[in-house]
């Protein structure tokens, strides 16, 4: 790295991307349109303002009301080796941990956000309460880390356990046994407890931060590896954005790391609104309202031109800027007469060889799965509440 990566910059060392360490000049390189890749990280802190509790926050966090689950350490109720010798804990917790109907917040609406815009290279998430595919981030875009309540299996051999069992178990408070009679080994959602191994996803990605030219931290005390070395990988010049409420992990000790010490979800809003997109964020925050039909961005639909309308457009382009250009001499002239023929040709053939552009959108919304059914791909057994 080049870097002690412990210690904060200082304030005076000049970044080598930004024009200075502010939100105003990250918001610059990304109206600017060299933020083309851009990687977010996110933990629990994204969701706190949904009313889910984080884990680490001192007196709201979960770790810090676990007393009556007599743990000898806040952590054992999600360690592999504490699960085997008493699974208890966890499944007098899983009811509270299992995501309910929540609303994705407004943090989760930028990721959203930045996908529309073609941003977004991947989401690594710590969060097993799904509100990130909840906004609208499709499957593809996220890397669950830690994983999620969507499978469950026995931590011995592997075999699956039926959704419709493990909902019962864990209503029941009871802990479900491996179906293969010849095992009988304990079963477990499949999210990541300490001592276990990262879905392969993550470390099949986990060297795209490499490629990057913006890095976004949200919500995390980034205390968990190896998630919390991620932040590490991206290049030594890429900006790096913090929006937390303590200052966490490497973040701060590079030239263009950009700290903003507050709520996600003020911090989300001034980046929205130095970048000029406050209101696409509200609209598309406000999609996620309960009641509202979940829409996938549409393209504006154009009233459909016929061929000649087209190519008279494309010959008054043409002419408007030939009198643009008073100083064309004769050979210019040809060039551009040759030109116009070899665009109405090529017009024409893409008239004969593509499918309408209506065509095309249509097909578009239709990936993400959370534009039908909300949750319940993962979690079926959760009926959402009435629309408000
Ligand atoms: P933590 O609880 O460790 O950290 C949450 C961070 O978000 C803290 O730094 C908070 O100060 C900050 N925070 C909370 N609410 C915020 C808000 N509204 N705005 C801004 N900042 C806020 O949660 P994670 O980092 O997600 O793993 O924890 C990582 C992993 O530890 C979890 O995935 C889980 C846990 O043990 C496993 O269970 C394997």
Known sequence: MGQDESRMVDDDTPPKTLDSRSLESLAKYIKDGRAKRIVVMTGAGISTSAGIPDFRSPDTGLYANLQRLNLPYAEAVFDIDYFRKNPDPFYALAQELYPGSYRPTITHSFIKLLHDKGLLLKLFTQNIDCLEREAGVPDDKIIEAHGSFAKQSCIECKYPYPKDQMQQAIKDKSVPRCLNSECNGLVKPEIVFFGEQLPESFFRNRFLPEDSDLCIVMGTSLSVQPFASLPQACGES??????????????????????????????????????????????????????????????????????????????????????????????????????????????????????SVNALHTGSGSTSKSSSGGLQHVFPWIEKKPTL
Do not use: M, Y
């Open 238 to 355: 890429t900006p790096r954005l913090l929006i937390n409420s303590e200052q966490v992990g490497s973040l701060g000790s590079r030239a263009d790391d950009v700290l903003l010490l507050e709520d996600c979800d003020a911090g989300v809003r001034k980046l929205a609104e130095a970048c000029g997109w406050l209101e696409e964020l509200e609209n598309t925050w406000s999609e996620t309202a309960p009641g509202q039909p979940r829409i996938e961005k549409k393209k504006v639909e154009e009233p459909k031109k016929t061929r000649d309308e087209k190519l008279a457009e494309e010959v008054d382009k043409l002419t408007e800027e030939v009198e643009k250009s008073l100083k064309l001499h004769q050979e210019q002239h040809e060039w551009l007469a040759n030109h116009v023929d070899n665009k109405f040709a090529r017009i024409q053939e893409n008239e004969e060889t593509t499918p």
